[in-house]
């Protein structure tokens, strides 16, 4: 006996619907443990014709890819703000705090306000957004308020990231001279790939090294925000944009 013509494929509703119709036949379907399946067997009018609707959540996998951005943003975040809070302590001494020794982009809070605390919102969205999905608001608003959340952390990331960047072209605040000041300010960076000129400042002592490397994690990690952000915003943007439209679509097998 051969099978005419009797398997449905559709989508709708977030889920991919497949129906089977075979008469007088037995059909066994299995899933495999990486797929979440939710199964009914419905009586079909085939004559003895038995229907199997499975459905397979495809936003699933969307939520759970948002989860991961929003889990992998917290150490990024806690970095940036250990990186920020030790440029206010160079050689691990307090005093050129408390005499305003420090450069002027230290007190712009970068890592603090920018790659730091500005985190929570996407980290928080992201994190949930499942939990919202379902208890809150449309899995649409959900999706959404995830982008949303993105433009936030693009925005705290983006200004971390400038900030960085520009205080590695200024370059440290230090004693030079006999007189605290920038000397690198007019060199627009060219003083990073001349190592033998880092000495002209007196102190704090490694204040150079010390600003380079403290400001490059902080370029490094915001760079790498932008980047999470930017994907959850591309992905939010398909899901809540694009999925209805492409759940309009119908499907059909020929068996």
Not at 201 to 216: A, G, K, Q, R
Request: with cysteine; charged share 10%; aromatic share 10%.
């Amino acid at each position: 006996m051969e099978m005419e013509d009797r398997v449905r494929v559709w989508v709708g509703g977030g889920c991919v619907y497949v129906c089977v119709c075979v008469c007088e036949w037995g059909v066994h379907l299995k899933a495999t443990p990486s797929v979440a399946l939710s199964v009914s067997f419905l009586d079909y009018s085939c004559g003895q014709t038995r229907g199997s609707f499975v459905t397979v959540p495809t936003n699933m996998c969307s939520k759970s890819f948002t989860r991961s951005l929003g889990i992998a943003l917290i150490p990024l975040a806690v970095c940036c703000i250990i990186a920020n809070v030790l440029l206010y302590f160079p050689n691990a001494e307090t005093k050129y705090v408390q005499q305003d020794h420090l450069s002027t982009y230290v007190w712009f809070f970068t890592g603090i306000a920018g790659g730091g605390v500005l985190m929570i919102v996407p980290v928080l969205v992201f994190v949930n957004l499942e939990r919202c999905a379902n208890c809150c608001a449309s899995e649409g608003s959900a999706m959404c308020s995830s982008v949303l959340a993105a433009l936030v952390g693009l925005a705290g990331a983006g200004y971390c990231f400038v900030i960085s960047n520009l205080a590695l072209m200024e370059g440290p605040y230090c004693l030079y001279a006999g007189e605290w000041q920038s000397p690198f300010t007019n060199q627009t960076g060219d003083y990073l790939f001349h190592r033998d000129t880092w000495s002209r400042c007196v102190e704090p002592p490694s204040i150079v090294e010390w600003n380079i490397t403290l400001f490059s994690i902080l370029l490094g990690l915001s760079g790498l925000e932008c980047i999470i952000c930017a994907v959850q915003l591309a992905n939010g943007l398909v899901a809540a944009v694009c999925r209805p439209c492409c759940y309009k679509q119908r499907y059909s097998l020929n068996a």
